[in-house]
């Protein structure tokens, strides 16, 4: 979302993936942004608006604007429903490893810790997004969080969001044995590509 013309389309091409779930979407910041520009015709939606300036600010390009205009109100409802349904994370076991794959990672203001001391990754999300959902999904404080807290995490977090350009990582996957950041900078201004991983095998590949 946000990055480049035809983001509707993107949607509609997907769709038949996410029904039978050979591809997963998370909720991102982007994807919110749209929720409340959507939000401004519908007006049942109880969460904050968004004006289409201070969205392009964020990144939308006017011609998804200017799609999202001409839709329908039943079109919008449609839309912002499908996108109020997209989870927030959603988690994967491989080899016995568990991982949480979530848009930003989690908020330095809403850690949550289990009885052992470790942080609890899941509930640290679900406390942020409730809390505060857009200071959550736009969060880079995973990356910034001191080499102690971060061998404390309970699971392995797989976020996105932040370039690993401006983390050492030069438009590659950064991952250790406590998180992975998958932003290989395809976003304006990077010049970066897209990166994806093979759990199973630790194997890279680049677009």
């Not at 001409?70 to 409802?77: G, H, V």
């Not at 044995?177 to 395809?186: A, E, K, L, S, V």
Request: net charge negative; hydrophobic share 35%; aromatic share 10%.
């Amino acid at each position: 979302m946000d990055r480049g013309i035809g983001d509707l389309q993107i949607f509609k091409f997907i769709t038949p993936f996410l029904q039978d779930e050979s591809m997963h979407l998370i909720l991102g910041n982007h994807e919110y942004f749209l929720m409340q520009y959507l939000a401004n015709y519908l007006e049942d939606k109880e969460i904050p608006r968004l004006g289409s300036g201070l969205w392009e600010a964020f990144g939308a390009e006017s011609s998804t604007i200017a799609a999202i205009d001409k839709l329908s109100i039943q079109d919008k409802e449609r839309l912002y429903a499908f996108l109020d349904g997209l989870p927030y994370y959603i988690e994967i076991e491989v080899e016995e490893k568990l991982y949480v794959v979530t848009h930003a990672g989690i908020h330095a203001d809403y850690i949550v810790y289990n009885t052992d001391d470790k942080i609890d990754v899941i509930k640290s999300i679900e406390y942020g997004m409730e809390r505060d959902k857009r200071g959550t999904l736009i969060s880079i404080d995973i990356h910034h969080m001191p080499a102690g807290q971060k061998k404390a995490l309970d699971k392995i977090l797989v976020v996105g969001h932040e370039p690993t350009v401006r983390i050492g990582g030069d438009n590659r996957i950064v991952k250790n044995n406590t998180y992975i950041c998958m932003d290989c900078g395809m976003g304006k201004g990077f010049e970066g590509r897209l990166g994806c991983l093979c759990l199973e095998n630790g194997q890279e590949y680049y677009v």
